[in-house]
């Protein structure tokens, strides 16, 4: 009896290594397993999670790129303010130096002249008719009458100022200018040199053209003319420009002059204003006597 117990006790034992033999064979077969389920699905996937990684990366720098984050967006709107004003404050620069000439022409027709002048900017103009009209931003409550003498401070010549227009309307606070270019504006001239009269009559394309009252007068190339005083509007002396041309007409009976004046009326942005009744003096250098104006080539 006690045999046969002990080698029912025996085959307990076998069987219990058995079965943990088996589950140890088992477990490695599985481990092996999904060790080469990993490698499969490695070789399978990799090549696959490389271009996906790839493309994403590229999408990304390029929308960065593109758009850039939050942080670079308003680092990028900063500069782009910041070189606007920049921009902003050059122009002003730019145009502060391109009016320095200007400038300082305008303050020795003030302080030199024995004229009496008001400052005028120009305003509300049309650029393609601004050679023959504008507005100026004084008007009645500044004392403008119609017919007082709009002039520009000039340099580079014998004279402080010369001449521009005559105002023709006026309002509360603005005026109308008619300039000497205008076809209803003919100017009296008298040539400074041979004390020679003629009239303004043309504009065309810059060019100012007048002709000689008297067929026969003397004129040529570098003459000065001042107004003549005649016609009531002008007053005498008011320095209109210099000849640069002088031509006569096909059947010889008209003389015609070409003028150049130190007026740029495609760039007026302030004039002067000579009240009408004040009484004029000619505004002439002194320092500058050796000059003798410009010709056309």
């Known amino acids: 009896m006690a045999y046969r117990r002990k080698k029912k006790n025996n085959k307990g034992f076998i069987a219990t290594v058995s079965i943990l033999l088996i589950t140890i064979a088992i477990s490695s077969q599985t481990k092996q397993l999904n060790e080469k389920g990993s490698d499969i699905a490695n070789t399978v996937f990799s090549p696959v999670e490389k271009v996906t990684y790839s493309v994403s990366s590229a999408i990304k720098e390029q929308v960065e790129r593109s758009f850039g984050s939050k942080e670079t967006r308003a680092a990028v709107e900063k500069l782009e303010e910041e070189n606007k004003a920049l921009e902003i404050e050059n122009a002003k620069l730019n145009n502060i130096i391109a009016q320095k000439d200007f400038l300082e022409s305008e303050k020795n027709a003030l302080e030199s002249s024995e004229n009496q002048y008001m400052k005028a900017n120009v305003v509300n103009t049309d650029s393609n008719s601004m050679t023959q009209n504008f507005t100026i931003d004084k008007g009645k409550k500044d004392g403008i009458e119609v017919n007082d003498i709009i002039l520009q401070a000039v340099g580079d010549s014998n004279y402080y100022t010369g001449l521009v227009g005559k105002v023709t309307e006026v309002y509360q606070t603005t005026a109308r200018v008619e300039t000497i270019n205008s ?83 495609s760039h007026l942005y302030r004039v002067l204003i000579l009240k009408k009744t004040d009484q004029y003096n000619v505004d002439e250098v002194v320092e500058n006597e050796n000059y003798q104006g410009e010709i056309d080539e």
């Not at 053209?209 to 003459?223: P, R």
């Not at 005498?236 to 009976?253: F, K, P, R």
Request: proline share 2%; hydrophobic share 35%; charged share 20%.
């Open 183 to 265: 076809k209803s504006n003919d100017v009296s001239f008298v040539n400074s040199k041979s004390g020679d009269y003629g009239v303004i009559d043309r504009f065309t394309q810059k060019t100012i053209q007048g002709y000689m009252l008297d067929v026969d007068s003397e004129v040529e190339a570098k003459d000065v003319l001042l107004t003549s005083g005649l016609g009531g509007v002008y007053p005498e002396g008011i320095y209109i420009g210099t000849v640069s041309n002088v031509t006569m007409s096909q059947d010889a009976l008209k003389k015609n002059i070409t003028l150049n004046s130190p007026v740029d009326f």
